[in-house]
């Protein structure tokens, strides 16, 4: 920085220091008499008794009877009455570069591992605007994924943003995965909110892989985390993705789950007394939830293209988040767990899966084969019934009885092992294969 660019900063900076002091605790919320603050700034709390000596960070989350109620980033244990808060007079801020490539951070932006952070990252606030909608380029590229059925049947473009919504168990982690090494996008920000530890683990070294984590960015948020936390890991990763986004790359987002981001926002709601709504949920996540999905897609310098995995209890997909983050995204894929207990892997359910933005992306031989195979898929899965039973008799009708010959080699072209990479144009070519000649290899 330059002399006089330094000399210019001079008078915006602010000498003092502003504090204010614990009155009391309740719950998860801790009520101070001061400091001046703006709702979203981020305090510290000193913790300066006999046992101990640090700070713990917190956030402004309202004011009372001229009171601030703030609300923990960690455990509140040593607090006091009296004890110091410290405004900083800004809203949380991470930091953010390509030296954060194969590392796991947690949601302040810390990595994992304890090693210091990497030289050359940018400071970046958390939380920011979605783009302005008349300056979001329309998706016109289909982005590969590396997934034969999702290129193919489901193709998504580059900054369109789909929802996994499944079960537990269902195959979401191992796709995901699979999709982080295959993709052709310039990198990838996962965000891991709610899981268990253990969870972790797994995911970064089985799933990802190290091929994987060389192109990725994981920012991880445990289930035994403070809400709050949990709620920021989403935002960090948003940001994170939106970083680069900015530099012209085509990013990756990945978000498992959004439903645990709106179980923490639940939390925090109902702490600060905010009235539950339907099944529980308080109107901030509704609140939230199109806010923190619209800042992904595209904007006029890239593109980051997003997959919410959003958990179904059963096949309930009215279920109020589900319902939601629908409404909010520009596809649905479905992974059924009667196909997953078959064996059938990824255990997508095509018939009930929906790419908004294929009709878009594809030409017409694509669509026209992806169409047909639609078509048989659903007049053997209509039927299957009859026929497993006995009471199709062959030759009834032409279109069953095709269905019936191509089910087994359309169910294979569905199914691919984790260590299969396919390029898109070899699943649009195997796709038009299929659909013509009934078989695809
Ligand atoms: N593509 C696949 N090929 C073979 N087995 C698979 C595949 N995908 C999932 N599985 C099996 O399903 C199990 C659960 O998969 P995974 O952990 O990916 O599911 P999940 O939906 O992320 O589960 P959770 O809800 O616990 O996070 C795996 O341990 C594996 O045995
Ligand atoms: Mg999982």
């Known amino acids: 920085m330059k002399a006089a660019q330094l000399l210019s900063c001079i008078p ?67 607090i006091s009455p009296g004890s110091l808060v410290e405004a900083t007079g800004r809203p949380m801020q991470i930091k953010a570069g390509l030296a954060l490539l194969g590392k796991a951070i947690d949601s302040l932006g810390n990595p994992l591992d304890l090693t210091p952070l990497p030289s050359g990252l940018k400071s970046i606030p958390i939380d ?5 909608p008349l300056k ?34 269902v195959g979401k982690s191992t796709l995901l995965g699979m999709i982080a090494r295959n993709t052709n ?54 940001a994170i993705a939106e970083y680069f986004r900015d530099r012209g790359l085509n990013v990756m987002f990945m978000m498992d789950s959004v439903t645990r981001v709106a179980m923490a926002q639940r939390e925090v709601g109902l702490a600060t007394g905010e009235p539950p709504a339907t099944k529980g949920y308080t109107p901030s996540v509704f609140a939230m939830l ?35 983050v629908r409404g909010i995204l520009d596809g649905h894929f479905v992974l059924d767990r009667d196909l997953a207990n078959k064996g059938q892997y990824p255990a997508i359910n095509i018939l009930k899966s929906v790419s908004r933005l294929m009709g878009q992306l594809a030409d017409e031989a694509h669509k026209k084969a992806a169409g047909k195979i639609r078509d048989q898929l659903s007049t053997y899965l209509n039927s299957e019934d009859l026929i497993n039973i006995g009471a199709y008799k062959p030759g009834a009708s032409k279109e069953i009885d095709e269905a019936i010959e191509r089910y087994p080699k359309i169910i294979s072209f569905i199914k691919q092992s984790t260590e299969q ?18 078989d695809w290899v």
Not at 73 to 78: A, V
Not at 421 to 438: C, H, M, N, V
């Open 12 to 78: 915006e900076i602010d000498t003092f220091k502003h504090y204010g002091k614990v009155k009391r605790v309740i719950g998860l919320l801790i009520e101070s008499q001061g400091p001046d603050s703006s709702v979203g700034d981020v305090c510290f709390i000193h913790v300066d008794n006999k046992k101990t000596n640090k700070t713990i960070l917190a956030e402004v989350a309202g004011f009372r009877d001229g009171n601030v109620i703030l609300m923990p980033y960690t455990n509140i244990q040593d």
């Open 128 to 132: 920011r605007t979605p783009p302005n």
């Open 136 to 169: 979001r380029p329309p998706i016109r590229e289909p982005i590969e994924l590396g997934v034969r059925a999702i290129d193919s049947l489901l193709t998504v473009g580059m900054g369109q943003r789909i929802g996994i919504f499944a079960g537990s168990g």
């Open 185 to 238: 996008a310039d990198l990838n920000v996962i965000a891991l909110i709610g899981e268990r530890g253990r969870e972790v683990k797994e995911f970064i070294e089985h799933n990802l892989g190290p091929e994987g984590l060389k192109k990725s960015i994981v920012v991880v948020a445990t289930s035994d985390q403070p809400a709050l936390m949990r709620i920021k890991g989403a935002y960090t990763a948003t």
């Open 290 to 324: 199109p806010k923190l999905l619209e800042r992904t897609g595209t904007n006029e310098f890239g593109t980051i293209t997003g997959i919410y995995t959003v958990l179904v209890d059963g096949d309930d997909m009215n279920e109020p988040i589900a319902d939601t």
């Open 421 to 438: 990479k396919w390029s898109i144009e070899e699943s649009i070519q195997a796709l038009i294969k299929l659909a013509e000649t009934g």
